[in-house]
């Protein structure tokens, strides 16, 4: 069943793989085109995303089915302009990748399937993606790092620390066992209406006092860098709702003290790790997801990297959030290890990328979600 | 150049192929789910079964539902990547379309009616094989009170995993449930693709409420 490779199809320069990925596991459309050369220089040759945040907006979050709908609306299309802008034809590729897991299992399979029919078109191997493996080689786009780094990868969907020893082999060293921290932030967003993401907490908490309202700091100075923010939240909700008629300045006043609180809290869980004989080897701490785009929490960041004798790296926004161009890196790096997948693996939609890790959420039945 | 027809709407999860002036070549599996693992397997057996390479083909057609949203969606996305990286044309096949080319030539009318779930069925009427309106989602009784004024005394025979819910003295069970593949298949066939794209049918929206429980779609 694994589709032959046809070399004559292949017209990458020699020694140089180009693959096609996809990514189609959350809200996000998305098409990229990486080659990695003889010499081991990345580059993206072509990426395309279609955000879907107005589809999902009036409904307080991203509704499993609308997203699915508007991946397979879009998918073809996006790979089209990928390419074009890449410049390649498919039969120029060396492989096709597309996230398998974890996430909304219905974007997953529209992202899965499309690649099958690419490979199966072009005989080219397949290869099914860890969404959060992309992730942990996404600084290989953009920076010289270093293998081992130690990674904290906050979005809206994850809040993990992860050692990065190589491409293949990670140890999550923390997670959380409840929410992930960017869900905080869009939760906080509405709920004072400053607006519908995370960003709009970090705009109006610029003008804010973060000393005004005394949040907790959820697993502050615990032995285990693992991260909670339910607490935090209903928090938050608690400090929020006890006021009379907010005004804009006591809104700015609760996102700043929030911001505040999450900042302390992943400080404070990087120092942790970092103090764990398992990070004794990083390199560099190295931090992705859309929260990373927070300033004052990258600041507090850079602070505990610093004092632990690492530099924080931070990749460009366009590849810390969710992009085609990490999935398409990963099919690059398990291409060259001679790894690929049949044409009959199914989309996961849990996938923890260290499966030795104990659970700590959605630890049920099915088994650990990411 | 050849065929390929996908359906992937129901618990059948099936690929036909067919090249001109030979029989078609068909692989099915009867699934209840599971066709994102399954499909490319099938399609490359039935490729391999007719004895051609994907790069023979002219054409990917594929049931576009009412059916499984999931399984609609694997069918699709799977069509619209080769017809992508194939550049060939790809278009879709309306489940009750084929399954009113699939019924037993019989006098009058036919009528395509899918189960939906919660009390209703997708409806539509069809005359020598062309429809007379567009899908219809409704309760069950009122889809036989609308058939029945449009059909005006004239024998109306069922087809679909929804005739059984609207069975009654003016429309007769013909005992199909699924479509026929090589019906669906002419039907890929001489289908145009600007007008018969290959986009889902959805019968339903999206199960979602705003804030407040209000329905966006209501």
Known sequence: MEPARDPAATQSPAGALTVLGFETSCDDTAAAVVRRDADGAVRVLGERVVRQDAAHAPFGGVVPEIAARAHVDRLDAVARRAMADAGVGFGDLDAVAATAGPGLVGGVMVGLMTAKAVALAHRLPLVAVNHLEGHALSPCLSEKVAFPYLLLLVSGGHTQILMVRGVGDYQRLGTTVDDAAGEAFDKIAKLTGLGLSGAAVECAATAGDATRFALPRPFRGAPNPDFSFAGLKTAATRAYQSLDSPSDADKADLAASFQAAVA???????????????????????????????????????????????PLVAPPLKWCTDNAAMIALVGIERLRRGESDQLDVAARPRWPLDPAAAPALGGGKKGPKA | MALLFLDTSGPRCAALVRRPGRDDVVAEEVLGRGHDSRLAPIVQTVLEQAGIAPADLARVAVAVGPGSFTGVRVGVAFARGLALSLDIPSVGINTLDALAASAPDTPGLVVAAEDVKRGEVIWRLFADGAPLGAPDRAAAADAVAAIAGMANGAPVSSAGTGAPLIASQSIMDTGVRIFDLVRAADLGEAADPAAAPATPFYARPPDAKLPGGVDPWA
């Open chain 1, 264 to 310: 302390d809290v992943l400080a404070d869980r990087v120092r942790t790790a970092l103090a764990l004989p398992a990070a004794a080897e990083a390199s560099a701490v190295i931090v992705a997801g859309g929260v990373a785009a927070n300033a004052v929490i990258r600041a507090a960041l850079t602070a505990a990297a610093e004092d632990a004798g690492r």
